[in-house]
C-alpha cells in the first residue's frame, strides 16, 4: 500500500540550532501534507496544512517563522523547527493524501532539545 | 471547537478479553469518525471509519456504531490477541481529510 516516510526518526540538537524533518510519499503524488506534533499523554495537534506549490496554512497559535514548512514537490514537505529550544522537543508526525484515498502517516519524529 | 475525548491508558487485558476503548466528540455539524492505530514503532493507520449517524465500522474484529445521540464511537472488540497491543486513536473530520486526535489509549 500507499508509504509515507518520514526522516529522521528521532533527532537530537542543542537549543538555537534549527532542525529539517522530511517527510515524503514513496509512490503517490502527494496533492496536500499535514503536520501534527503530540506532546506527551496528550493527543496529536494539526500544527499545519501544506498544499504543493503553496504557502502552509498554520493552525491558531502555531508560530509559523518558528515551523517553518515547505512543500516544493509532490512528494515532499520539510518542516525546519527553527533556533530549537527544549519546549519544541516533542514527536511529530506528518501525513500525507492525493485526495483520492485516506490519509497515510509517516512514523514521526522524536525531537529532544537539550 | 471540535474535540474528542478518549479513556486514558493504558488498558491491560488477558487474551482473548472482550475489549471497550470509549471515546466521545464534540463537534458542530455531522463530522466522520475514525479509529487509527498505531503498532510500535510504526506510523498511525486507519483500523476503521463511520461517516454518518447509525454506521457501524468495523475491520480485523474492530468495531465501533456512530452513535449521535450519545456522541460516542466506542471501540470494542470480542476476543483481543497479543497481536493487538498498539495505541488507539479516536478521531473525528473537521473537512477533508483534516483531523481532530484524542489522546490515545494504550493497549496492553
Known amino acids: 500500500g500507499a508509504v509515507v516516510s518520514q526522516h529522521p526518526s528521532w533527532v537530537i540538537c542543542k537549543s538555537g540550532t534549527s532542525v529539517k524533518i522530511e517527510c515524503r510519499s514513496l509512490?503517490?503524488?502527494?496533492?496536500?501534507m499535514f503536520w501534527y506534533r503530540q506532546f506527551p499523554k496528550q493527543s496529536l495537534m494539526l500544527m499545519a496544512t501544506?498544499?504543493?506549490?503553496?504557502?502552509?496554512?498554520?493552525e491558531q497559535g502555531v508560530e509559523k517563522d518558528k515551523f517553518l514548512i515547505n512543500h516544493a514537490s509532490l512528494t515532499l514537505s520539510t518542516l525546519t523547527v527553527t533556533s530549537a529550544h527544549p519546549e519544541d522537543s516533542s514527536f511529530y508526525i506528518c501525513?500525507?493524501?492525493?485526495?483520492?484515498?485516506?490519509?497515510?502517516f509517516g512514523n514521526g519524529t522524536r525531537l529532544t532539545v537539550t | 471547537g471540535n474535540s474528542v475525548t478518549q479513556m486514558e491508558g493504558p488498558v491491560t487485558l488477558s487474551e482473548e478479553a472482550f475489549l471497550t476503548i470509549n471515546c466521545t466528540y464534540t463537534?458542530?455539524?455531522?463530522?466522520?469518525l475514525f479509529w487509527y492505530v498505531q503498532y510500535p514503532g510504526e506510523g498511525l493507520q486507519l483500523l476503521l471509519k463511520?461517516?454518518?449517524?447509525?454506521d457501524k465500522g468495523s475491520n480485523k474484529g474492530f468495531e465501533a456504531t456512530y452513535r449521535k445521540e450519545t456522541t460516542s464511537f466506542h471501540l470494542e472488540k470480542g476476543s483481543v490477541q497479543v497481536s493487538d497491543s498498539a495505541v488507539y486513536f479516536c478521531?473525528?473530520?473537521?473537512?477533508?481529510?483534516?483531523?481532530?486526535f484524542g489522546t490515545g489509549t494504550r493497549l496492553l
Open positions: 501544506s498544499n504543493e506549490g503553496s504557502k502552509a496554512t498554520y
Open positions: 478521531a473525528l473530520s473537521e473537512g477533508f481529510q483534516k483531523l481532530v
Open positions: 463511520a461517516t454518518k449517524a447509525d
Open positions: 463537534a458542530t455539524g455531522y463530522p466522520s
Open positions: 501525513s500525507a493524501t492525493d485526495h483520492n484515498s485516506p490519509l497515510h
Open positions: 509512490d503517490f503524488q502527494a496533492t496536500t
